[in-house]
């Protein structure tokens, strides 16, 4: 991956109260996390600031999406000044979840990478497949697709990581094999390469995201063109510290973390590795 630093995000989802993102934090400060990584994590708007504040300088703050206005009657949205006014550097967009809970277009979510650019924010632009796509051989048609949307409106490269996040793969324990994941992150460095630049296509990290846990990680992170990962449900326990490290091995066990008391529906399909 040449000199691309590796990425860690977590994407927190709509998960959590300060009990349980005290204990977040807590195992995040505890642990010497790996130096040579970029760690950033995304709560739900309401405790950007909350987190900012207590995780100071240990990872950097995202917000998990934003509107493409700085101000104004836009009832329930939050604007890239105000994620930055709470401590945010970072925000999501286009999850698949904005996409397809939230039916937002590919031209919604470029409008939301040109204004949260241009507003200071480094960014996270997600993009990915549902399986039908796959299935129908239309991954590569898909992703560049979403990519074209990004890009057409992405003026400064240096502030943007790619996350590749195949829909089939977000929340089901499906992760895609290395080689799946490899091949779509190459096509990706290309497609940049021949529609942008040949130094983006080197230098942009694409990361991947879809059921990533301590006992996958090594392995995908193994990938020439896999800079890091997106992680959902498991960046809410310790086995976010051990998708950082990348380096705990042997056989995942399905238990809960013993201080983490975190309530979401498909936390069973997790697996966590039992921390030495
Ligand atoms: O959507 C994701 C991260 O943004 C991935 O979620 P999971 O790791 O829970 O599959």
Redesign the pocket.
């Known amino acids: 991956m040449g000199d691309r630093k590796f990425f860690v ?1 977590g ?1 927190w ?1 709509m998960n959590g109260d300060k009990k349980s993102i005290d204990e977040i934090i807590k195992f995040l400060k505890e642990e010497p996390l790996d130096p040579a990584a970029e760690v950033v994590v995304a709560p739900p708007a309401p405790y950007i600031d909350y987190v900012s504040q207590k995780l100071s300088s240990k990872a950097a703050v995202a917000a998990q999406n934003c509107y493409k206005e700085a101000s104004g009657a836009f009832t329930g949205e939050v604007s890239p000044g105000m994620i930055k006014d709470c401590g945010g550097t970072w925000v ?1 967009l286009g ?3 904005r996409r397809h809970v939230f039916g937002e277009s590919n031209q919604l979510i470029g409008e939301k990478v040109k204004f949260a650019l241009n507003a200071g924010l480094n960014l996270i632009p ?1 993009v990915g497949e549902k399986l039908e796509e796959r299935e129908a051989g239309n991954t590569e048609a898909v992703v560049f697709e979403q990519m074209k949307a990004i890009a057409d409106n992405t003026s400064d490269w240096k502030r943007v990581v790619i ?1 590749y ?1 195949p829909v089939w ?4 324990g499906r992760t895609a094999t290395p080689e799946q994941a490899q091949e779509v992150h190459k096509a990706i460095r290309n497609w940049l390469a021949k529609n942008v630049s040949e130094s983006v296509a080197k230098s942009t990290r694409i990361i991947y ?4 846990k301590g006992s996958n990680a090594k392995e995908l992170a193994g990938k020439a063109d896999v800079d890091g990962f ?6 809410l326990t310790r086995d976010f510290v051990a998708i950082i490290l990348k380096q705990l091995s042997g056989t995942p066990k399905t238990v809960v973390p013993p201080d983490v008391d975190i309530k979401i529906a498909d936390r069973d399909t ?1 697996s966590y590795m039992e921390q030495s």
């Open positions: 995000g994407n989802k999501i999850h698949s979840e997600c996350a996040e793969a977000i929340g089901t995201g879809g059921s990533v997106l992680v959902g449900g498991a960046s997790w």
